[in-house]
T-cell receptor
Framework: GEEVAQTPKHLVRGEGQKAKLYCAPIKGHSYVFWYQQVLKNEFKFLIS????????ETGMPKERFSAKCLPNSPCSLEIQATKLEDSAVYFC??????????????FGAGTRLSVL | AQKITQTQPGMFVQEKEAVTLDCTYD???????LFWYKQPSSGEMIFLIY??????QNATEGRYSLNFQKARKSANLVISASQLGDSAMYFC???????????FGTGTRLTIIP
């Protein structure tokens, strides 16, 4: 597609429940990135993929967060046993290639996760 | 570690005036890219403009231009002839080539007054 598609738009979970977010990157883009935005102005990088391979996972809280990008499927970000502090907007972005000049990351509309 | 600083939490500007949003960055790497994104109240992140560290000229995209001062490590966004639709959060971001993640500033909330 011509835009990054994220589903669902809004997800509500009780504390301790699992949450799964999906992202379909722009067709032809090799790189996928996940970011967490809290308090409307703080962005935190979580993980990036080059095709189906993890490229950089330095931002992932590994004990509860996992992510995948499998061929012919949307990418996913899963949070096991959600905590109140996981409440945030999760953005997915894709870019045509990771390296070189002007490799702009195009963002999806985000998934708002509310943990109650 | 790379760091982006946006010192203006909020700005109010009269419609049709020009506005400059400040962004400074900290890096020792010679190869990097600087980006500006707009986030309206609806929440999506819209790419506005890009400047590479080796670019000789300041980037321009329509009403947006980037005042790039490499020695000062600043990359200010200039919006000419502001419009009501420019009211939004604006984020400055940086990316090292080879480490592709974006590092964001904390944003500036711009409000255009009619």
């Amino acid at each position: 597609g011509e835009e990054v598609a994220q589903t669902p738009k809004h997800l509500v979970r009780g504390e301790g429940q699992k949450a799964k977010l999906y992202c379909a990157p722009i067709k032809g883009h090799s790189y996928v990135f996940w970011y967490q935005q809290v308090l409307k102005n703080e962005f935190k990088f979580l993980i990036s993929f080059q095709n189906e391979n993890v490229f950089d996972e330095t931002g992932m809280p590994k004990e509860r967060f996992s992510a995948k990008c499998l061929p012919n499927s949307p990418c996913s970000l899963e949070i096991q046993a959600t905590k109140l502090e996981d409440s945030a907007v999760y953005f997915c972005a894709s870019s045509p290639t990771g390296q070189g000049a002007q490799n702009i990351q195009y963002f999806g509309a985000g998934t708002r996760l509310s943990v109650l | 570690a790379q760091k982006i600083t946006q010192t203006q939490p909020g700005m109010f500007v009269q419609e049709k005036e020009a506005v400059t949003l400040d962004c400074t960055y900290d890096t020792s790497d010679p190869s990097y890219g600087l980006f500006w994104y707009k986030q309206p109240s609806s929440g999506e992140m819209i790419f506005l403009i890009y400047q590479g560290s080796y670019d000789q000229q300041n980037a321009t995209e329509g009403r947006y231009s980037l005042n790039f001062q490499k020695a000062r490590k600043s990359a200010n966004l200039v919006i000419s002839a502001s419009q009501l639709g420019d009211s939004a959060m604006y984020f400055c971001a940086m990316r090292y080539f080879g480490n592709e993640k974006l590092t964001f500033g904390t944003g500036t909330r711009l409000t255009i007054i009619p």
